[in-house]
């Protein structure tokens, strides 16, 4: 292996390890020199092209500003400054990092956690443009069936229909006919009556042969089925001539189509000279790419537009509570305290003689389908009592609670009483495509008997498998050639990086981070550039440690290309992996900024001033608890016929007051069995919440908890004003120590002046932003910073306020850490402070931006909330992959965290992959054994030690190594 060189220059010298190999300045170096941005301490650092390099350190070192704001910035920026200024009008451009010099950058691509889209039309396969190819190939190879009769759409010449017919056994005899009339009522008296006339002697009505001179008289008012027997013969070796005569008279009659039946079988052989089907003439036009898009109203489902679900009115969210009467409100706004509806409810009442005083659950199902549908065309007397006092009588049909709702979503201009409306509604799969997005005509088009829909709603590797061994006749298979190549290999590349249990079809809105940055990663390497730098965050999140090893060979792969491999990770297999790694720190924030070590693995490993040097070589690790804390079996939580997804009737069993892990594969379940119903189904019956659970029968032991907390990765807001010191409820106390200093009280200021969300203290110009969201229309907005206020959000009256020396804008620019010293004799603000360092989150600041935090650090913004409140000790916490963004002293932290919970008594379930974490659980719930369709069972369950001996199971596989 190559040696790689390299100096550097900081002010930390003493935190930093002997060995740093130099490196000759040539190109095969990416040489930075004096990087400051954000926390970096004027680092110089040279990195190898063309390797696989870890950067890695603990939350907040610098790994992000470094790779992300230092190197990806400035490698898009020379990019793009290369491009017209036409085009640069269209891209983003980054802020110029700043830093003295950088050589060797190629042109920059990173490729990031977030989600790939909330755009509901958008799949795994538009994103992955493996859909562009399937209706190219679905288009030029594709054969067309009719919908009706299940034939495929195909046109003969006279020759191929005299020839199947010839194919026959010899003396079979067959009847050539005409279909003249389809699916017609009539007598068609004239009609027999001209072919006669024409010399044709008999016909075949509804199935049944007559002589046209003995055709019983037809009914006017049914629909008929006519076919003219064109000539009877027994097939032979001779009679081709006559044949031909025979199918060219007939598909004269017969609007270009012809019927040959075997008479003793009754078998029809069906003819067309035109590219329709032969039974019913049902046509397509040319087939083309766009027929196949759901996103092309040509294609798209007519119903749903595309979508594949469609919005109703549920009613078991309109009758809220079924276990009281219409008279108390078993349906919100149809009771005592709205008249005029519930006029018409007595009135429904006296018809159909029910009682509005009974509970609805009691009522007979005739009556609730009326209450709810309507009563048709059935007129009922109405009592209504005007506003004067009289009453008034008319009668008419009910409309129906239902249709009520319907009616008014559609009349309405109010936004507000469509969002309220829609509190009732729920979402089905289309009853007309019945979720496959396209419509009839693209449905019934197939390649190998499968059509389009089906293929893309196969797991990856299904649809792979089926790719590969397509076998394609003649001319189809030369045409699809190349279109298959590039389908197979995307795939290959989507599985390679551990997503074979997804499908073509899934939502792209429902992708996790890890899974939208591993999809565009698949992407990248479909896309075989070269020579260019990669920047990667995480990459092995969501990942479990089997598909670990898919997903680092991949990355080698976009290495092997001849491309910059840069990736911010903390996992241990990636890190020994690399070939260079750079480890930040050695604290967060303001105590990080530096490199502590840029070499080998083998040399980081050495290295004793770096933490993860340490936590490679052994010297330091997570260890394993020296017993577990027993389960209660008085204290379980046992969740019954879980069926979300791909789970298969699962029954969940949660010992309580203990860490409970859930692991498997991507995709066995994990998400659907804790997220989808779990947490939905606890969240409805704890904290009455509007939630809808995925399916699943019964849960028993909810009596020994009082309210859950899902604890998860998305965003604690989605604008600049959202930031941890508003999330936490510190701003709050911050403001009135601000209301309460002396020059505050003489100007007369209340806390609402220190507010950037109200009018008086905030500055206008940005509406107490800091910040201008300038819209692109078609291009995400930009956020650029007020020129007024400079993006410190307050007027100049009250940046004049200060406390203790600072003024608010300052205060909000601490970090957590900065924050707590500063604020030590406040109790309220220095104890949230307390928990938020507590969680690893002293280096964030106090007013930094929520749409800037990674989806980890909000994750522990939430839990910080949670530790700071007071608690009763019956509360379950769900947690998902709370290791994200984790460095292994990170780790350590945050099982402490989630030990003080337990220790109160509380209940957490924690989603995970991380072997440190699951080694430290009481209790295991492994999911799988496979993903997608080959999981969604309970494989083992039990202390780790337990699950370690199972052997169908994964994890216990891995953990048998780290319980050693």
Same mark, same amino acid.
């Given at each position: 292996?190559?040696?790689?060189?390299?100096?550097?220059?900081?002010?930390?010298?003493?935190?930093?390890?002997?060995?740093?190999?130099?490196?000759?300045?040539?190109?095969?170096?990416?040489?930075?020199?004096?990087?400051?941005?954000?926390?970096?301490?004027?680092?110089?650092?040279?990195?190898?092209?063309?390797?696989?390099?870890?950067?890695?350190?603990?939350?907040?070192?610098?790994?992000?500003?470094?790779?992300?704001?230092?190197?990806?910035?400035?490698?898009?920026?020379?990019?793009?400054?290369?491009?017209?200024?036409?085009?640069?009008?269209?891209?983003?451009?980054?802020?110029?990092?700043?830093?003295?010099?950088?050589?060797?950058?190629?042109?920059?691509?990173?490729?990031?956690?977030?989600?790939?889209?909330?755009?509901?039309?958008?799949?795994?396969?538009?994103?992955?443009?493996?859909?562009?190819?399937?209706?190219?190939?679905?288009?030029?190879?594709?054969?067309?069936?009719?919908?009706?009769?299940?034939?495929?759409?195909?046109?003969?010449?006279?020759?191929?229909?005299?020839?199947?017919?010839?194919?026959?056994?010899?003396?079979?005899?067959?009847?050539?006919?005409?279909?003249?009339?389809?699916?017609?009522?009539?007598?068609?008296?004239?009609?027999?009556?001209?072919?006669?006339?024409?010399?044709?002697?008999?016909?075949?009505?509804?199935?049944?042969?007559?002589?046209?001179?003995?055709?019983?008289?037809?009914?006017?008012?049914?629909?008929?089925?006519?076919?003219?027997?064109?000539?009877?013969?027994?097939?032979?070796?001779?009679?081709?001539?006559?044949?031909?005569?025979?199918?060219?008279?007939?598909?004269?009659?017969?609007?270009?189509?012809?019927?040959?039946?075997?008479?003793?079988?009754?078998?029809?052989?069906?003819?067309?000279?035109?590219?329709?089907?032969?039974?019913?003439?049902?046509?397509?036009?040319?087939?083309?790419?766009?027929?196949?898009?759901?996103?092309?109203?040509?294609?798209?489902?007519?119903?749903?537009?595309?979508?594949?679900?469609?919005?109703?009115?549920?009613?078991?969210?309109?009758?809220?509570?079924?276990?009281?009467?219409?008279?108390?409100?078993?349906?919100?706004?149809?009771?005592?305290?709205?008249?005029?509806?519930?006029?018409?409810?007595?009135?429904?009442?006296?018809?159909?003689?029910?009682?509005?005083?009974?509970?609805?659950?009691?009522?007979?199902?005739?009556?609730?389908?009326?209450?709810?549908?309507?009563?048709?065309?059935?007129?009922?007397?109405?009592?209504?009592?005007?506003?004067?006092?009289?009453?008034?009588?008319?009668?008419?049909?009910?409309?129906?609670?239902?249709?009520?709702?319907?009616?008014?979503?559609?009349?309405?201009?109010?936004?507000?009483?469509?969002?309220?409306?829609?509190?009732?509604?729920?979402?089905?799969?289309?009853?007309?495509?019945?979720?496959?997005?396209?419509?009839?005509?693209?449905?019934?088009?197939?390649?190998?008997?499968?059509?389009?829909?089906?293929?893309?709603?196969?797991?990856?590797?299904?649809?792979?498998?089926?790719?590969?061994?397509?076998?394609?006749?003649?001319?189809?298979?030369?045409?699809?050639?190349?279109?298959?190549?590039?389908?197979?290999?995307?795939?290959?590349?989507?599985?390679?990086? &551990?997503?074979?249990?997804?499908?073509?079809?899934?939502?792209?809105?429902?992708?996790?981070?890890?899974?939208?940055?591993?999809?565009?990663?698949?992407?990248?390497?479909?896309?075989?550039?070269?020579?260019?730098?990669?920047?990667?965050?995480?990459?092995?999140?969501?990942?479990?440690?089997?598909?670990?090893?898919?997903?680092?060979?991949?990355?080698?792969?976009?290495?092997?290309?001849?491309?910059?491999?840069?990736?911010?990770?903390?996992?241990?297999?990636?890190?020994?992996?690399?070939?260079?790694?750079?480890?930040?720190?050695?604290?967060?924030?303001?105590?990080?900024?530096?490199?502590?070590?840029?070499?080998?693995?083998?040399?980081?490993?050495?290295?004793?001033?770096?933490?993860?040097?340490?936590?490679?070589?052994?010297?330091?690790?997570?260890?394993?608890?020296?017993?577990?804390?027993?389960?209660?079996?008085?204290?379980?939580?046992?969740?019954?016929?879980?069926?979300?997804?791909?789970?298969?009737?699962?029954?969940?069993?949660?010992?309580?007051?203990?860490?409970?892990?859930?692991?498997?594969?991507?995709?066995?379940?994990?998400?659907?069995?804790?997220?989808?119903?779990?947490?939905?189904?606890?969240?409805?019956?704890?904290?009455?919440?509007?939630?809808?659970?995925?399916?699943?029968?019964?849960?028993?032991?909810?009596?020994?908890?009082?309210?859950?907390?899902?604890?998860?990765?998305?965003?604690?807001?989605?604008?600049?004003?959202?930031?941890?010191?508003?999330?936490?409820?510190?701003?709050?106390?911050?403001?009135?120590?601000?209301?309460?200093?002396?020059?505050?009280?003489?100007?007369?200021?209340?806390?609402?002046?220190?507010?950037?969300?109200?009018?008086?203290?905030?500055?206008?110009?940005?509406?107490?932003?800091?910040?201008?969201?300038?819209?692109?229309?078609?291009?995400?907005?930009?956020?650029?910073?007020?020129?007024?206020?400079?993006?410190?959000?307050?007027?100049?009256?009250?940046?004049?306020?200060?406390?203790?020396?600072?003024?608010?804008?300052?205060?909000?620019?601490?970090?957590?850490?900065?924050?707590?010293?500063?604020?030590?004799?406040?109790?309220?603000?220095?104890?949230?402070?307390?928990?938020?360092?507590?969680?690893?989150?002293?280096?964030?600041?106090?007013?930094?931006?929520?749409?800037?935090?990674?989806?980890?650090?909000?994750?522990?913004?939430?839990?910080?909330?949670?530790?700071?409140?007071?608690?009763?000790?019956?509360?379950?916490?769900?947690?998902?992959?709370?290791?994200?963004?984790?460095?292994?002293?990170?780790?350590?932290?945050?099982?402490?965290?989630?030990?003080?919970?337990?220790?109160?008594?509380?209940?957490?379930?924690?989603?995970?992959?991380?072997?440190?974490?699951?080694?430290?659980?009481?209790?295991?719930?492994?999911? &799988?054994?496979?993903?997608?369709?080959?999981?969604?069972?309970?494989?083992?369950?039990?202390?780790?030690?337990?699950?370690?001996?199972?052997?169908?199971?994964?994890?216990?596989?891995?953990?048998?190594?780290?319980?050693?």
């Amino acid at each position: 292996m190559l040696q790689y060189r390299f100096s550097f220059i900081f002010q930390a010298a003493s935190i930093m390890c002997n060995h740093h190999p130099q490196h000759s300045h040539d190109n095969d170096t990416i040489r930075i020199r004096g990087a400051r941005t954000h926390n970096l301490k004027n680092i110089d650092l040279d990195i190898p092209r063309h390797k696989l390099v870890v950067v890695t350190g603990l939350s907040g070192s610098g790994k992000s500003s470094l790779a992300f704001d230092t190197l990806y910035a400035e490698g898009q920026r020379r990019y793009v400054e290369s491009l017209s200024a036409y085009a640069r009008q269209f891209l983003q451009m980054m802020d110029k990092p700043d830093v003295d010099l950088i050589e060797g950058l190629s042109p920059a691509i990173s490729i990031e956690q977030k989600s790939t889209s909330h755009n509901p039309r958008s799949t795994v396969g538009t994103v992955t443009e493996i859909h562009d190819y399937l209706r190219l190939l679905y288009a030029r190879v594709g054969t067309p069936y009719c919908p009706e009769h299940k034939l495929p759409l195909s046109s003969q010449t006279v020759s191929q229909m005299v020839d199947a017919v010839l194919k026959l056994p010899e003396d079979t005899r067959v009847m050539i006919l005409a279909p003249t009339v389809r699916e017609r009522k009539g007598e068609f008296v004239d009609f027999f009556a001209d072919l006669q006339a024409q010399g044709f002697a008999r016909v075949r009505v509804d199935g049944e042969v007559y002589q046209l001179d003995e055709v019983p008289k037809l009914e006017k008012n049914i629909k008929h089925n006519i076919d003219v027997v064109i000539d009877r013969v027994k097939v032979k070796a001779d009679i081709k001539q006559r044949l031909a005569e025979s199918f060219e008279t007939a598909l004269r009659h017969g609007n270009e189509r012809a019927l040959a039946m075997e008479m003793d079988s009754g078998e029809e052989h069906w003819f067309s000279a035109r590219f329709a089907c032969p039974v019913c003439s049902y046509s397509l036009p040319e087939l083309e790419p766009r027929l196949f898009s759901f996103n092309n109203p040509m294609g798209s489902c007519p119903t749903c537009d595309g979508l594949g679900n469609t919005n109703f009115f549920d009613p078991e969210k309109v009758v809220a509570h079924p276990e009281l009467s219409l008279a108390t409100g078993a349906i919100d706004g149809w009771d005592k305290r709205n008249q005029f509806y519930f006029q018409m409810i007595q009135s429904l009442a006296r018809h159909y003689g029910f009682d509005v005083q009974a509970a609805w659950e009691t009522l007979p199902e005739k009556v609730k389908k009326v209450v709810l549908h309507g009563s048709g065309k059935e007129v009922i007397d109405f009592t209504y009592l005007s506003e004067r006092g009289t009453t008034f009588n008319r009668s008419h049909a009910f409309e129906g609670i239902i249709p009520n709702l319907e009616r008014r979503y559609r009349e309405t201009d109010s936004e507000t009483v469509r969002e309220k409306l829609r509190e009732y509604q729920n979402h089905r799969a289309c009853p007309s495509c019945g979720g496959a997005r396209l419509r009839k005509e693209a449905r019934y088009v197939y390649v190998s008997g499968e059509p389009l829909h089906e293929v893309s709603a196969w797991p990856l590797t299904k649809t792979h498998q089926f790719f590969e061994t397509l076998d394609l006749d003649g001319n189809k298979k030369q045409i699809a050639e190349k279109i298959l190549k590039e389908i197979t290999e995307r795939l290959g590349f989507l599985i390679n990086v &551990g997503l074979d249990y997804l499908n073509l079809s899934r939502s792209a809105e429902t992708l996790s981070g890890g899974e939208a940055q591993r999809i565009r990663l698949a992407s990248q390497i479909g896309s075989g550039l070269t020579g260019v730098m990669y920047v990667l965050d995480e990459p092995s999140i969501g990942l479990h440690q089997r598909d670990n090893d898919r997903l680092l060979a991949t990355l080698k792969r976009l290495r092997d290309l001849g491309n910059s491999v840069i990736v911010v990770e903390h996992d241990e297999d990636a890190i020994r992996e690399a070939d260079f790694v750079v480890d930040m720190g050695p604290g967060a924030g303001e105590h990080g900024g530096n490199v502590l070590i840029a070499d080998t693995p083998e040399n980081v490993a050495q290295c004793e001033n770096s933490v993860t040097g340490q936590y490679l070589s052994g010297k330091k690790s997570i260890a394993v608890p020296s017993e577990r804390t027993p389960v209660n079996p008085d204290r379980m939580l046992v969740l019954k016929g879980a069926r979300g997804n791909n789970l298969k009737n699962v029954t969940l069993e949660l010992p309580l007051g203990l860490i409970t892990c859930i692991t498997g594969v991507s995709g066995s379940g994990k998400s659907t069995l804790i997220n989808d119903t779990l947490a939905k189904i606890t969240a409805r019956e704890l904290n009455r919440a509007q939630e809808e659970p995925a399916p699943f029968d019964d849960i028993h032991g909810l009596e020994h908890l009082d309210k859950v907390i899902n604890v998860d990765q998305s965003p604690i807001g989605r604008t600049p004003r959202s930031n941890p010191a508003t999330y936490t409820g510190l701003f709050t106390p911050i403001r009135e120590l601000f209301a309460g200093v002396p020059l505050s009280r003489e100007r007369g200021y209340n806390v609402g002046r220190f507010s950037f969300n109200v009018k008086g203290g905030r500055c206008e110009a940005c509406q107490g932003d800091g910040v201008i969201k300038v819209e692109m229309h078609f291009l995400p907005d930009v956020y650029v910073p007020c020129e007024v206020c400079h993006g410190k959000r307050y007027n100049r009256e009250t940046l004049e306020i200060q406390y203790k020396g600072k003024n608010i804008s300052q205060v909000l620019d601490m970090t957590v850490e900065e924050a707590r010293e500063f604020f030590d004799a406040v109790p309220t603000v220095s104890r949230k402070l307390q928990t938020l360092m507590d969680v690893g989150l002293g280096y964030i600041r106090l007013g930094q931006s929520a749409t800037t935090l990674s989806g980890g650090e909000a994750q522990r913004v939430k839990l910080a909330l949670e530790l700071s409140k007071r608690d009763t000790g019956r509360t379950l916490y769900i947690l998902d992959e709370p290791t994200t963004g984790l460095h292994f002293a990170d780790i350590a932290l945050l099982l402490e965290v989630i030990g003080r919970l337990k220790g109160k008594g509380n209940s957490i379930v924690i989603i995970e992959h991380n072997l440190d974490v699951i080694k430290t659980a009481d209790w295991i719930v492994d999911l &799988g054994p496979e993903g997608g369709d080959g999981g969604g069972r309970i494989i083992a369950k039990g202390s780790p030690e337990q699950v370690a001996k199972v052997k169908g199971s994964y994890t216990g596989k891995y953990l048998k190594v780290v319980l050693r």
